[in-house]
């Protein structure tokens, strides 16, 4: 079983326990001061925790408004995105847990329309973004934000190599690829890869902040086999350490400071 330790975010003003073998990724890059990044060296796997402004209902309609924004439409009657592109299928729906019951929580509207609005953001041009589930309340365990609205949707993104994968895999050195093309060697490629996308996002009205913490899963090294035919976690094995990390996640996340929100 996988083991998880408490991390200190933002020089202390939050805390959240993520996998203990995941790297900070500002000892490797430099990382805008707004993010938290974290990844595991052996899946490319990352938790990204950002903070952005709050999105108020006039910011959706103005999105919805611009044809070149990407679209974000999920099926009302399925709760599952319409045309999920081809290759091995995520799970539908998160695990059943105690924090994420409907009868728990209930979804306002404008969370639901926001949590959309965050998704879309992570999408490039010439990428596709579909939702495996509908966006749904959860409820967050720690005092500091209890009773704070907080959603999760979960997708799946298709991008040419260099895009969306780039921007997880360039936080890694070279020496840190156990198998495949470094990143210098995937700018110029053309072929697709797929990452599963889980966004929490939690919804801070009083500081306008949104408060957007999402588990990356590039399938791109997952089920290979190494220089010593050891291989790594299948996609199946992944998508389920993730839904791990989510749960704890909606677990553990703690905001100690709330003067963190007030730049």
């Known amino acids: ?35 938290e990044v974290f990844v595991s060296a052996t899946t490319l796997s990352s938790v990204v925790v950002e903070i952005n402004q709050y999105v108020a209902p006039s910011a959706v309609a103005a999105a919805a ?3 070149d924004a990407p679209a974000v439409v999920v099926d009302p009657s399925s709760s599952i995105m319409i045309a999920a592109p081809a290759g091995p299928a995520a799970p ?35 990428d596709t973004l579909t939702a495996v ?12 934000l209890r009773g704070v609205p907080a959603v999760v949707v979960r997708a799946r993104l298709s991008a040419r190599e260099g895009n969306a994968g780039g921007q997880v895999e360039s936080l890694l050195p070279p020496s840190s690829y156990r198998h495949g093309a470094a990143p210098g060697d995937v ?4 072929s697709t890869t797929t990452t599963t996308i889980r ?11 949104d408060l957007c913490v999402v588990v990356n899963v590039p399938w791109k090294e997952l089920g290979r086999a190494g220089p010593g035919g050891e291989k790594t976690k299948t996609v199946q094995e ?14 553990s996340l703690d905001v100690k400071d709330f003067a963190l929100f007030d730049g």
């Open 65 to 67: 408004a611009d044809d």
């Open 1 to 35: 079983m996988a083991s998880f330790s408490a991390q200190d975010l933002y020089g202390g003003a939050m805390r959240a326990h993520l996998p203990r073998d995941y790297i900070d990724a500002s000892k490797l890059r430099q990382i805008p001061d707004h993010q």
């Open 238 to 251: 992944e998508e389920a350490f993730a839904d791990a990390v989510l749960e704890n996640l909606v677990a």
């Open 92 to 126: 539908e729906a998160l695990p059943e847990c105690e924090a994420a019951r409907p009868e728990e929580a209930t979804l306002d509207a404008d969370d639901r329309a926001a949590a959309l609005y965050h998704l879309g953001d992570l999408v490039d041009a010439h």
């Open 187 to 190: 700018e110029t490629s053309t």
């Open 133 to 144: 589930s509908a966006p749904r309340p959860v409820r967050l365990q720690s005092a500091s």
């Open 199 to 209: 966004l929490l996002l939690v919804r801070l009205e009083a500081w306008s902040t």
